[in-house]
Every structure is written in C-alpha cells, then in structure tokens.
C-alpha cells in the first residue's frame, strides 16, 4: 500500500458525459500528478500540482482539467468523454518536485466510456 | 529531452533462471532513473531508483541495476526468478528539463515466468 488513495476504482460512464476522479496524496506531499494508461498511448503524464499551484502540463486535453485543494488532495474532472478516453488514470505524490523524489502511486482508476 | 527505450516488449524465462530487462535512456542532463513495477491490475510500484550516487542500485524483491553511462543503460537483473515475479516492467527517466520532474516512462516489458 503506497499511502495514495484514489477514487472510484472503476467509473463506467456514456459518450458526452462528465466525471470526477479523486486523489488523496500520502501525508506530508506536496506534489501531486496524474498520469494516463491506455493500450495505445502508454503511461503518459497530464497534469502536476504543487502546494496547490499547477507546477507543469503534459498531453492533456482541453476537455479535462484538474485541481488542488488547501487540505492537499487532487480531483481531475473530465468532460464531453470520448470512447478514447477509455484508460487506466493514476494518481502519484511526492514530497516535492525534484527529479530525485520518488513519485508514489495510487491503485488507479479504471474509466470505461461506452 | 530525456526518453528511454526499452529493447523487449515481452521477456520469458523459467522460474530458478536469471532475469534481465533492457532499458537505454537518452538525456541531456545527468539522469534520475528509476524501474517500477505492474502486477495484473494493480497500481505501480517503485522496484529501485538511481539518483547519481552509486551506479550499482539495489531493490526490493532481490531486483538491482546498473547504471552504465558510456553504454547509456539502464538493465533491470535478478538472480533468480519467481513466479510472483510475473508483471510488466516499466523503465522511467525524470524529466529535468523545466521546473518539474514529470515521469516519462516506457514502453514496458511483460515478464512471463514459467513454472
């Protein structure tokens, strides 16, 4: 157990619609980022927060956003949802944001949008 | 930009026999590297990381790596394999380019351990 909490687990949902997926971050970090997993795509990095404060973009559309709350925890909200969109979204924190801080993962939530 | 490749999409050996994942990286700055691991719908996990202190690195689970800066290598070994050990290995460089350290992993290698 990495001390990262993530929910739901799984989240089936229809073409257009919008959802919320949630993280909590282990106690003490200060840095939080989401990754997606999908077949075609790989592992790719969205998003990172720190302290609250958007700290660095990746592939993420338009359609999704995200956010870092005073008590540290993370919800990354995805909109008009495509059947793409279907993937593995991971949670991670560390203590800061420097390249040797080691980034823990949470269990993941699976997004089926049919 | 850092990247890393990794040589074999999928790797089988038999439970008892050495394991070796290939994993070469591309950076313009000195490298945090690190390997985690998947089992089977489950999260990540961190097997070991090297930060530029030894370059022999030691993990859980009796996994180690070698860094290799004239071969630009990054291998994942193990002695011998269990059949726990079966899951998807992901090589992974931190970004140091701006003021982040985004994880840029890579393809992955499955490990099939055969009994």
């Known amino acids: 157990d990495s001390g990262v909490t993530q929910t739901p687990k799984h989240l089936i949902t229809a073409t257009g619609q919008r959802v919320t997926l949630r993280c909590s971050p282990r106690s003490g970090d200060l840095s939080v980022y989401w990754y997606q997993q999908s077949l075609d795509q790989g592992l790719q990095f969205l998003i990172q927060?720190?302290?609250?404060?958007?700290?660095a973009k990746g592939n993420i559309l338009e359609r999704f956003s995200a956010q870092q709350f005073p008590d540290l925890h993370s919800e990354l909200n995805l909109s008009s949802l495509e059947l793409g969109d279907s993937a593995l979204y991971f949670c991670a924190s560390s203590v800061e944001w420097t390249a040797t801080d080691t980034q823990y993962f949470g269990p993941g939530t699976r997004l089926t949008v049919l | 930009a850092q990247s890393v490749t990794q040589l074999d999409s999928h790797v089988s050996v038999s439970e008892g026999t050495p394991v070796l994942l290939r994993c070469n990286y591309s950076?313009?700055?000195?490298?945090?590297l690190f390997w985690y691991v998947q089992h089977p719908n489950k999260g990540l996990q961190l097997l070991l990381k090297?930060?530029?202190?030894?370059?022999l690195v030691k993990g859980i689970n009796g996994f180690e790596a070698e860094f290799k800066k004239s071969e630009t290598s990054f291998h994942l070994t193990k002695p011998s394999a269990h059949m726990s050990d079966a899951a998807e290995y992901f090589c992974?460089?931190?970004?140091?380019?701006?003021?982040?350290?985004?994880?840029?992993f890579g393809t992955g290698t499955l490990l099939a351990v055969q009994p």
């Open positions: 927060y720190y302290n609250g404060e958007e700290r």
């Open positions: 090297y930060t530029s202190a030894a370059t």
């Open positions: 992974v460089v931190s970004d140091r380019s701006g003021a982040t350290n985004k994880l840029i």
């Open positions: 950076s313009s700055y000195s490298p945090s």
